[in-house]
């Protein structure tokens, strides 16, 4: 108990020293999609349909395989609920810990996740508690547990506590700090812009030993970039690459993202001709800023050789999209009606859509400003099979046809609108 009482003194002495800065961004980040996996998990669409008090006896009566199977997420489960009701979330997290201590849990990766959990949560008091109650079983923290309990201080802006964790990890023998301790720390001054900081423990883990690995660079390209330190990115990419070790899809973005900023659009295609030479594939994070990229430039040839590029190398139709729908913002901007109805089509041969309600607008105001009105007309019998209009790009039909003194059309497209009760 010893361990527990240092630590719970250090909980004590901080807690009016708590900083409002948040770093739960890297720390307790999660690509868990909560709409997403309340659809597919049938537990966590029960829970957040009973009311509070009947939490812990609708998980009481789940088969205690199913939270073992390989398909459960203790995280997704946090995360659903945590994003619509805290309470709920928190009481899970009281009966795991329950059952944990009845069953006599000691398994210290147990401990360590539940910790962790309580970080995402931002609840620094019942991750104390999870380690006083793990303690008391006569259970003792590795460095794995201390990792989890930093990061939650750290989730919670509680930066005087984690610090005081990592005091008390390197005075011990059983839980010397380890490079997940660096690396949490590292995270946290990312996720703040604070290079400085960042880059100071990013020279103690160096200095302690340790190696920097995917999640270490991780955190230093995305610190860099969010204090628009591009150089930094740039050092802290090639530094990485030079040492052999394989990006992930986020250092990537976060490259890219660097690249954009800077409108150095040569490299640009450099790099993404390195992306898919390497067998990449481009996700529709990168897409995004490809075709913001060069469509503040209106390059709109090089857009297309781009999604010539990318149909030959089989991307993803989600990702097509994107460069579709860029292309022909183009076009429409430029009055370009002809490469508009032919970029339209091809998007439609490829079996998609547009993506936005702002696209199919700015189309029709092309249209308008043209004054091809029968063309107009063929635009949108093409289009209303795949895309409902909305009551905005109705209001754009009927102004245009009003000031161009269309009354024919405009009643028909008003009786449309009553028909789709937007009247």
């Keep these: 108990m010893a361990v527990a009482c240092r630590v719970l003194s250090v909980a004590k002495s901080s807690r009016y020293l708590l900083m409002p800065l948040r770093f739960d961004r890297l720390l307790c980040n999660t690509n868990t999609n909560s709409t997403s996996a309340s659809s597919s998990n049938p537990l966590i669409s029960r829970l957040l349909q009973v009311p509070v008090s009947q939490i812990k006896t609708t998980l009481d009566s789940v088969d205690i395989f199913a939270f073992n199977s390989f398909q459960f997420s203790w995280d997704a489960l946090i995360t659903s609920l945590q994003s619509s009701s805290p309470k709920k979330a928190q009481l899970v997290l009281e009966w795991r810990l329950d059952k944990m201590l009845k069953g006599n849990e000691s398994c210290l990766d147990e401990y360590a996740c539940l910790i962790a959990l309580s970080g995402k949560v931002q609840n620094v008091p019942f991750a104390m508690h999870v380690f006083t109650s793990m303690e008391a079983q006569g259970i003792k923290p590795n460095s794995a547990v201390f990792n989890s309990l930093i990061c939650a201080c750290l989730c919670s802006g509680d930066v005087v506590t984690a610090l005081s964790l990592f005091e008390i990890m390197v005075s011990s023998e059983e839980y010397k700090p380890n490079s997940k301790t660096y690396d949490a720390f590292i995270s946290g001054f990312s996720s703040l812009g604070n290079v400085d900081a960042m880059n100071k423990w990013y020279a103690a883990k160096t200095a302690a030993g340790f190696s920097a690995n995917v999640q270490t660079y991780e955190s230093l390209i995305h610190g860099s970039l969010k204090a628009r330190d591009f150089d930094s990115v740039d050092r802290f990419y090639e530094e990485m690459m030079s040492l052999g070790i394989i990006p992930s899809i986020p250092i990537l973005e976060k490259v890219l993202e660097g690249l954009c900023a800077r409108r150095k659009l040569d490299q640009v295609k450099s790099f993404l001709k390195f992306l898919l030479g390497g067998g990449w594939k481009i996700n529709e994070n990168m897409a995004q800023k490809l075709v913001k990229c060069y469509c503040e430039h209106g390059r709109v040839d090089e857009l297309e050789e781009l999604l010539e590029t990318l149909t030959k190398c089989n991307q993803s139709p989600e990702v097509l999209l994107h460069f579709f729908s860029g292309i022909i913002r183009l076009y429409a901007l430029s009055d370009r009606l002809d490469d508009v109805e032919y970029s339209v089509g091809r998007m439609g041969k490829q079996g998609l859509s547009f ?69």
């Design 355 to 423: 993506k936005s309600a702002e696209d199919v607008e700015m189309v029709i105001c092309s249209y308008f400003r043209c004054e091809a009105y029968d063309r107009l007309n063929l635009f949108l019998d093409h289009i209303k099979g795949s895309n409902k209009l909305r009551r905005a790009t109705y209001d754009f039909l009927v102004a245009g046809y009003r000031r161009a003194g269309l009354s024919e059309k405009l009643d028909s497209v008003i009786n449309e609108m009553k028909f789709a009760e937007y009247m």
